[in-house]
């Protein structure tokens, strides 16, 4: 159909908007559609979810930064156990590390199938993520999924944890993690672009 020249552009603005509401709301469809749009860039289509574990408050914050970045949607993971003060959870999470125990978690995040992107937050246990971010793993598909590891720590790194959630997120793409103990947006948008840090690399 032909449009005279002045509502031409009214009607491919109607197009982009509906084009963009619609893939926002079906998630994995996003990705097969985005091949026609070469010029829209995938992280303005892609839904985020911003899914982690926080016991002191410090990977809460960088989760809220991310957040703000983002525009995603925060999920808080909890667990049934209270890991308590800093010196009751060295004891708590080391029994369950060795004992490779998947503890039970309190929530489940509502329609994960339409997220494309998981941000997976925690903080470093004994150089690793906690055992409940491998409870929160085991409870979904993460097939075809783009997974994002980002920690807050004393001072190790992300990469054995991403390592563990190389084997745990089966079918998805894990990129690498990010230490993120201060927010800083230009490293968080090079990271989520596939440039920027590398493992080990720290904010
Ligand atoms: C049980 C336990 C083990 C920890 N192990 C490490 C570690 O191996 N390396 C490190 O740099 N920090 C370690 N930390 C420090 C935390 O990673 C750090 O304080 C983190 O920012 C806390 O995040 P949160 O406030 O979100 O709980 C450990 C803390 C706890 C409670």
Redesign the pocket.
Same mark, same amino acid.
């Given at each position: 159909m032909r449009h005279p020249p002045e509502i031409t552009p009214l009607f491919d603005g109607c197009c982009f908007f509906i084009y963009v509401k619609n893939t926002r709301r079906t998630g994995k469809a996003a990705r097969g559609r985005f091949c026609n749009y070469p010029n829209l860039k995938k992280e303005d289509i892609m839904k985020t979810l911003i899914a982690?574990? =926080?016991?002191? @408050? %410090?990977? $809460? $914050? %960088?989760a809220e930064g991310l957040q703000k970045i983002t525009n995603g949607e925060l999920f808080e993971i909890k667990g049934e156990k209270n890991?308590g003060n800093?010196f009751t959870?060295?004891g708590?999470?080391?029994k369950e590390f060795s004992a490779n125990e998947l503890p039970k978690l309190v929530d489940q995040v509502r329609d994960f199938d339409s997220y494309d992107r998981i941000l997976i @937050?925690? !903080?470093?246990?004994?150089? $690793?993520c !906690?055992q409940l971010i491998l409870s929160f793993i085991s409870q979904y598909d993460f097939s075809g999924k783009e997974v994002y590891p980002f920690?807050? =720590?004393?001072?190790?790194g992300p990469e054995n944890a991403v390592e563990q959630l190389k084997k745990a997120c089966a079918g998805a793409r894990v990129h690498s993690g990010l230490r993120l103990?201060k927010i800083n947006e230009e490293k968080v948008r090079k990271w989520l672009n596939g440039g920027g840090q590398k493992h080990g690399q720290n904010t």
């Open positions: 982690y574990y =926080s016991r002191g @408050g %410090a990977t $809460k $914050k %960088a890991y800093y959870a060295l708590v999470s080391r @937050g925690f !903080p470093i246990w004994y150089s $690793k !906690p920690c807050t =720590s004393g001072m190790s103990n």
